[in-house]
């Protein structure tokens, strides 16, 4: 018995030095496992942090035209945006009655619903210069954002659809081709401004915001437009007849008159413009 199991025992001892001699003496390095001691979790490898989107830089240019530097008789251009809805009847019949020359900014869409607004314009070319607001009133900014909870066009090709749709759109109402262009909201990124440049169009800022987008009341939306200084270019709604904005912007026009305010539309004097918004 002693026999056989000596005999077994050396068996196995031969067959383990076989298998040692076939193992390879040196592994690579990645192939190398270290054992890990039980108490002992295995520590995660580093992922790298998703990189950073930079913030989308929106600006909202100023603009101001040349002053008169004559006292008592400031220089101001009147800007109305006319963006949705109807005509406001209240400022549209002050600028007519009053004689007071504005540039109003219209869109396609607002053009196709107000055709006897337009044809009071066409009426009166001394007073009103007409400028493109864009096709369908969405932001000119060439990257995906919300603005004021309005989807912006979001590719520089969408922004070239904006501005020249809103400029076919007057042409096919009987208006002279646009020379400024007012996206919607008035803000842009930097790069959609020297897209709109490049098609050949000034952009229109302002300097004095008259009825913060129609939504101020009456009273604060004339002490707004009234205060408007030399060189100054306000920037108003024509398109809320129900809103109280309308009868602040209509009493402004007439206490501004009073004072012996020169009215001017942009196309008619110089002008400078930030974010190269003009230069």
Request: aromatic share 6%; glycine share 8%; proline share 7%.
């Amino acid at each position: 018995m002693n026999r056989i199991l000596l005999a077994s025992a050396f068996l196995l001892v031969s067959i383990s030095a076989v298998f040692a001699d076939e193992t390879p003496s040196a592994l690579p390095a990645s192939a190398v496992v270290s054992p890990v001691p039980a108490a002992v979790s295995p520590v995660p490898a580093a992922v790298d942090p998703a990189p950073k989107v930079p913030a989308l830089k929106l600006v909202e240019p100023h603009l101001h035209i040349a002053r008169s530097n004559i006292a008592g008789h400031a220089r101001i251009a009147l800007t109305f945006d006319a963006c949705m809805g109807q005509a406001d009847e209240r400022i549209l019949s002050t600028l007519v009655r009053e004689r007071i020359p504005a540039t109003i900014f219209v869109t396609a869409r607002w053009l196709k619903r107000n055709p006897a607004t337009v044809a009071v314009f066409l009426q009166n070319p001394d007073l009103f210069e007409l400028e493109n607001h864009g096709q369908n009133h969405i932001p000119a900014v060439d990257t995906p954002a919300l603005i004021y909870g309005i989807a912006s066009a979001g590719s520089p090709q969408a922004v070239r659809q904006e501005v020249e749709g809103g400029a076919a759109a007057m042409v096919a109402a009987g208006l002279p081709a646009p020379h400024w262009f007012r996206g919607s909201t008035a803000k842009y990124d930097l790069s959609a401004i020297g897209e709109i440049r490049a098609m050949g169009y000034r952009i229109a800022g302002y300097s004095v915001n008259g009825d913060g987008g129609s939504l101020l009341g009456a009273g604060i939306t004339e002490k707004r437009i009234a205060s408007a200084k030399d060189g100054d270019v306000v920037i108003s709604h024509i398109n809320q007849p129900t809103h109280a904005a309308g009868e602040g912007v209509a009493k402004a026009l007439v206490d501004l008159k009073a004072k012996g305010t020169q009215f001017v539309r942009l196309g008619d004097v110089e002008d400078t413009g930030d974010d190269k918004t003009t230069q």
